[in-house]
Structures are given as structure tokens and as C-alpha cells.
């Protein structure tokens, strides 16, 4: 069974950090390209940054947190990253972890982010 755990969300005051991890389990999350996605309320999902599978060399962000966030990755945990700083009220949202390879895509349950001013 497929499973993404993910944690590290909470409250934090606009200019503060978070780090945000995805636990996964039942997949060869080497083989993995990884994802980050949040959803505000009322809002579509959007993706937020990825991170391409194996050595993770590649990766991708929106254009919103460039500079702030950082997507990475531990094959030997199995586990995908994000370091969130200078957070604004703006990043406030549900954050998904996503696993894709070729065909299969699975999603975790997330984890709020709330983001005071």
C-alpha cells in the first residue's frame, strides 16, 4: 500500500520558517520525481516546487517562492523536503506532497501551513 505521510506544518508569524517532510512507504521513491503542492482556500492547487528522481538534480519552482523555499530529498528515508523562510501570509495553505512515475501519481493527505501577520 502506497502511502504519503506528510508533516511539519503549523502556525508561524510572517517572516518565520518552516520545514516541511513527506514520508513515503510502499513505493521505489528513488525512481520518484517528487512534488510540493499547497491549496489556498477558495483557490485552485498549485504547484509550489519539484525535485527529479534519483540523485535529484533538477529541480523547479514557482515563480512565487523562488528564493525562499527549498525542495530536496534522502533516498535512504525515503523522504522529500521543504525548507519554507521569510514565509508570508500568502503562502498560508493546505501543502501536498506528490510521487510521480511515468503513469502513477499518488498524493498525501497534507498538512496546513498558516502563516500570521
Known amino acids: 500500500q502506497v502511502q504519503l505521510v506528510e508533516s511539519g506544518g503549523g502556525l508561524v508569524p510572517a517572516g518565520g520558517s518552516l520545514r516541511l517532510s513527506c514520508g513515503t512507504s510502499?513505493?521505489?521513491?528513488?525512481?520518484?520525481?517528487m512534488g510540493w503542492y499547497r491549496q489556498a482556500p477558495g483557490k485552485q492547487r498549485e504547484l509550489v516546487a519539484t525535485?527529479?528522481?534519483?540523485?535529484?538534480?533538477?529541480?523547479n519552482y514557482a515563480d512565487s517562492v523562488k528564493g525562499r523555499f527549498t525542495i530536496s530529498r534522502d533516498n535512504a528515508k525515503n523522504t522529500v523536503y521543504l525548507e519554507m523562510s521569510s514565509l508570508k501570509p500568502e503562502d498560508t495553505a493546505v501543502y501536498y506532497c506528490?510521487?510521480?512515475?511515468?503513469?502513477?501519481?499518488?498524493w498525501g493527505q497534507g498538512t496546513q501551513v498558516t502563516v500570521s501577520s
Open positions: 510502499g513505493i521505489s521513491f528513488r525512481f520518484y520525481d
Open positions: 525535485i527529479s528522481n534519483n540523485s535529484g538534480s533538477n529541480t
Open positions: 506528490s510521487a510521480t512515475f511515468m503513469k502513477s501519481n499518488y
